[in-house]
């Protein structure tokens, strides 16, 4: 079993899974990853997953894109062509907040995106991460790296007691569609 990385316990149903994933970690084996066809609520914090920390993003994003909307119109407006119209100041502010707003808002769209593309590996040419292609239709996966828990036997016992309908040695890090 050298060349095996994972284990994985496939499970049909979301509350033996999450059996499971009590079993295993009641015994300090620790999971790798789930692979569900849907979302399942609470099976980030049992796993131990931190909160995103994409909202931060979005805010230096949305900072950037004030600051360059208010440095464009500012030096278009005010520095490089200042115009006299209707007698009305060279920088005026209100008429500023409408342009900035919307320069704001294309920045942070846009930089969350490339965000969640780059955080997530994302981007063409990237081999899918699936370990199971069932878990996309119709079952749940339990991941369990076999290289930081030496005892497989304890894992395929614990996963089976639980409610697994299927325990197999993954040797390869991914699966491809192909």
Known sequence: MSN??????SFADPDDMMHGIDKLQ???????????????HGIEAKLGVRPSRLPIAAFCFGALGTCLGFSLLYYTMSYDWPMNIGGKPSMPLPNFVPVTFEVT????????????????????GRTPRVMDLR??????????????NTDHALIESLLKDAGAVEVKYNERKYVSYE
């Open 105 to 124: 808002i294309l920045l942070c769209a846009l930089g969350m995106v490339a965000t969640f593309f780059f955080r997530n590996h994302l981007f063409p």
């Open 135 to 148: 878990a996309t239709d119709d079952r749940f996966i339990v991941a369990v790296d076999a290289h930081e």
């Open 26 to 40: 009641a015994n300090n084996i620790s999971v790798y990853d789930c692979f569900t066809p849907m979302p399942i």
């Open 4 to 9: 095996t990385k994972y284990i994985l316990g």
